[in-house]
T-cell receptor, first 113, second 114 residues
Framework: KQEVTQIPAALSVPEGENLVLNCSFT??????LQWFRQDPGKGLTSLLL?????REQTSGRLNASLDKSSGRSTLYIAASQPGDSATYLC????????????FGTGTRLKVLA | SAVISQKPSRDICQRGTSLTIQCQVD?????MFWYRQQPGQSLTLIAT?????????ESGFVIDKFPISRPNLTFSTLTVSNMSPEDSSIYLC???????????FGSGTQLSVL
């Protein structure tokens, strides 16, 4: 059974810092992995999608990497801004014949001005 | 991509009543997913709604408590029935669309049950 864990659970950094959020999964047989941002009380906004055959994806100041063999993905945020403050979730879709995504527990990020 | 309109955005309800949440997608999709996010928790899949067939419910969720309708390929509703304070959560609808079958979400319904 796939389990997804995110570390740290919460993170507070000063504006301008580069930071790394971690996502670990127990079953390496994945179809893809997706990173989301969630603002308080709101829905999820898709940030990056990495297919199982890819090693990384980039969008603006965001870079996500994937290492299937070790069951890990990282989301790198460059030059963080107060507007980046949100909860970041990763979700894994396995190749086990289902269409379901398993979500991680999230990292609550606060960027201080 | 897909744009999903979800309503209501929030509601405060009395114990024992029911609330119906609506999701409208700007394109036709085969499956729509309904999630629950309890306070401080991650997302849990409630059920998958397919047009023209019964919804498929995950373990721990039953049709009597969370009836779902899927009348066409762009619309679905989730009803939370006979509510109790334990049903206070954010409810989200979602679809897969586009290259790589990216997951897209509605803006969520924040439900508080008194």
């Amino acid at each position: 059974k796939q389990e997804v864990t995110q570390i740290p659970a919460a993170l507070s950094v000063p504006e301008g810092e580069n930071l790394v959020l971690n996502c670990s999964f127990t079953d390496s047989a994945i179809y893809n992995l997706q990173w989301f941002r969630q603002d308080p009380g709101k829905g999820l906004t898709s940030l990056l999608l990495i297919q199982s055959s890819q090693r990384e994806q980039t969008s603006g100041r965001l870079n996500a990497s994937l290492d299937k063999s070790s069951g890990r993905s990282t989301l790198y945020i460059a030059a963080s801004q107060p507007g980046d403050s949100a909860t970041y979730l990763c979700a894994v879709r396995s190749t086990s014949g289902t269409y379901k995504y398993i979500f991680g527990t999230g990292t609550r990020l606060k960027v201080l001005a | 991509s897909a744009v999903i309109s979800q309503k209501p955005s929030r509601d405060i309800c009395q114990r024992g009543t029911s609330l119906t949440i609506q999701c409208q997608v700007d394109s036709q999709v085969t499956m729509m997913f309904w999630y629950r996010q309890q306070p401080g928790q991650s997302l849990t899949l409630i059920a998958t709604a397919n047009q023209g067939s019964e919804a498929t419910y995950e373990s721990g969720f039953v049709i009597d408590k969370f009836p779902i309708s899927r009348p066409n390929l762009t619309f679905s509703t989730l009803t939370v029935s006979n509510m109790s304070p334990e049903d206070s959560s954010i409810y989200l609808c979602s679809v897969r669309a586009g290259a790589g079958e990216k997951l897209f979400f509605g803006s969520g319904t924040q439900l508080s049950v008194l």
